[in-house]
């Protein structure tokens, strides 16, 4: 099992919704996370990190749905970092964190639990997908895209 991490922050914009050519969901933002440091007795902002959050299926839905830019926003999953080379033949990374549970930041506002309506005779595990799809099924170019 891969270690678990939560990060708090900021939306840095709404989440994209897509759908991959083998049928997976996807949902995706970036989150800004600032440190908060005292100095002199004062709290002043510090560096500002930003992650890349990705979720799938189910969850991908609903994150598209609710995460709006600059909502405060908690997320857990494992971190993944991606390595490729842009078309100028530099390296570039993306450090994301791929989504087992998102939702609003309780401690900076309310929110509402609306649950999706699923069709008469289907329960939540039968209507249940997976929370990321097997690499094996994703292309190369997909992954990197994602």
């Not at 969850?59 to 971190?79: E, F, H, M, P, Q």
């Not at 100028?88 to 939702?103: E, H, I, Y």
């Not at 609306?114 to 190369?140: F, L």
Request: proline share 5%.
């Amino acid at each position: 099992m891969d270690p678990r991490t939560t990060i708090t922050g900021n939306a840095g914009g709404d989440a994209v919704f897509r759908v991959t050519p083998n049928g997976t969901q996807i949902a995706e933002f970036g989150l800004a996370h600032t440190r908060r440091i005292l100095k002199d007795g004062l709290w002043q902002d510090g560096d500002t990190t930003w992650y890349n959050v990705k979720s799938f299926g189910r969850l991908a839905d609903n994150v598209a749905a609710s995460i709006r830019k600059g909502d405060g926003v908690v997320a857990t999953g494992r971190l993944e970092i991606d390595t490729w080379t842009g078309a100028d033949g530099g390296t570039r990374t993306k450090t994301s964190l791929v989504a087992d549970a998102v939702g609003h930041d309780l401690s900076r506002g309310t929110t509402t639990l609306n649950r999706p309506v699923r069709p008469h005779g289907v329960s939540a595990s039968d209507s249940e997908q997976p929370a990321e799809p097997e690499e094996s099924q994703m292309p190369d170019e997909e992954r990197r895209a994602s």
